[in-house]
């Protein structure tokens, strides 16, 4: 079974670069035809779709997002890792990575969250 473990600190300041890894277990994140998956929820509001690295290392973002977001990889250590530089409280979330079946597809293994707030 695939299980997937975010990590990263709780707590960051305002205009610094927050980055988050994701373990995979179970499966290879360069396997063909999966794609792995940010997404964050910040508080009170809806989930919101950050953006996805597919089995062939290409990424795709968030439009809205797109400018200050990058997605990495470490396919040794079989993780993936969201970087989102010049933050604001408004990047305050809990974030998820997930396995998605293809990009754009359904996000069927999803890990805990991981709750970042962004302040001084």
């Known amino acids: 079974q695939v299980q997937l473990q975010e990590s990263g600190p709780g707590l960051v300041k305002p205009s610094q670069t927050l980055s988050l890894t994701c373990t995979v277990s179970?499966?290879?994140?360069?396997?063909?035809?999966?794609?792995w998956t940010w997404i964050r929820q910040p508080p009170g509001k809806g989930l919101e779709w950050m953006g996805v690295m597919a089995y062939d290392g290409s990424t795709y973002y968030s439009p809205s997002l797109e400018s200050r977001t990058s997605i990495s990889r470490d396919t040794f250590k079989n993780q993936f890792s969201l970087h989102v530089r010049s933050v604001t409280p408004d990047d305050t979330a809990v974030y998820y990575c997930?396995?998605?079946?293809?990009?754009?597809?359904?996000?069927?293994?999803w890990g805990q969250g991981t709750q970042v707030t962004v302040s001084s």
């Open positions: 179970g499966g290879s994140i360069t396997a063909n035809y999966y794609a």
């Open positions: 997930a396995r998605s079946m293809g990009v754009g597809g359904v996000d069927d293994y």
